[in-house]
């Protein structure tokens, strides 16, 4: 199958504290690491390694940070035939700091990625692929949104079917003024915090029904450690988590891996519970290696989580 992705590519920078900094303090941390991550190259590198042709739509700085972002999309063989350069605007760089309590603080640059320039979008690519994959970064706006909408619309039109997944950054900048812009998908994904921003509700029956009243179909709410709900008009699931036997060590990431594997199962024939299970493991595998794209998720792991 091929499968088209807009999305961030990054460094990340990662540190891991015995707490957050307060204002004005400084801290040494426990361990460091420099990786390449954002949400449209772990979801490309995810598809890759199973197997799956896909193309990138990303934007890159002319600086060494680029390498360091692009390296495990070039390690699996990821298409950059949509991969931009951008002369001015630098490779985007998220700092994530992690407390071994579970709490996690990000500083996150867009950079180059948001200038990704909707002229250079090819409709062949589009209707070619057996899915479009968007990260809801892509439409916080400016030219990267216009890229992600004008390729929305002609995946609507070949009859393609559209991932989008939220993230908490992207709704911290927009809130529910993404509504209209995700509603086109053919899944939603993302998790509690974003599904009550996003309606700007209280619960998430009271959300679910908000989507519902806008024409939305199939939703997918990730809830950590509990696993994930699947939603459509006509029922609601809880797919709970799928236990490991190696610890939880970095969560970034993991949930761009679940949305890649949802994509893959879906399109590989199994109903949304079965894929959603599916997605769960990956998501749980991606967890127990530090990096967003450290653990190399395949069709043998994935077979072995869920036969355990």
Do not use: C
Not at 18 to 42: C, K, L, N, W
Not at 121 to 143: E, R
């Amino acid at each position: 199958m091929k499968f088209y992705v807009i999305g961030d590519v990054t460094v990340d920078h990662l540190y891991f504290l015995h707490h957050i900094p307060t204002p004005g303090e400084e801290v040494s941390p426990i361990r460091s690491t420099m990786q390449p991550g954002g949400a449209g190259g772990t979801v490309s590198v995810t598809l890759s390694r199973l197997g799956h042709e896909v193309i990138l739509a990303a934007r890159v700085g002319a600086d060494p940070f680029a390498e360091v972002a692009l390296s495990r999309v070039r390690e699996v063989g990821v298409s950059e035939s949509g991969v931009q350069i951008d002369p001015q605007a630098l490779t985007s760089t998220i700092t994530v700091m992690h407390t071994p309590d579970g709490q996690r603080a990000m500083i996150s640059s867009g950079g180059a990625n948001r200038n990704l320039d909707a002229a250079k979008l090819k409709k062949k690519d589009i209707d070619s692929s057996s899915a479009l994959l968007v990260s809801a970064y892509s439409l916080i706006g400016g030219p990267q949104r216009e890229y992600a909408v004008k390729a929305i619309g002609y995946a609507k039109k070949a009859g393609v079917p559209v991932f989008i997944d939220l993230g908490t950054g992207a709704v911290n900048a927009a809130g529910s003024r993404l509504l209209d812009s995700v509603l086109s998908a053919d899944y939603l994904l993302l998790n509690q915090r974003e599904l009550l921003s996003l309606t700007e509700q209280d619960n998430i029956s009271e959300a679910l029904e908000s989507l519902y009243q806008h024409g939305m179909k199939q939703v997918i709410i990730k809830v950590g450690a509990l696993g994930s709900i699947v939603w459509t008009p006509e029922d609601t699931e809880l797919i709970e988590a799928v236990p490991l036997e190696d610890d939880i060590v970095d969560s970034t990431g993991a949930g761009d891996t679940y949305t890649a594997v949802l994509a893959h199962s879906l399109l590989s024939g199994l109903g949304l519970t079965e894929a959603a299970r599916a997605a769960n493991a990956a998501g749980a595998m991606a967890a127990t290696q530090v990096g967003a794209q450290s653990k190399n998720i395949t069709l043998e792991g994935l077979k072995a989580a869920l036969s355990a």
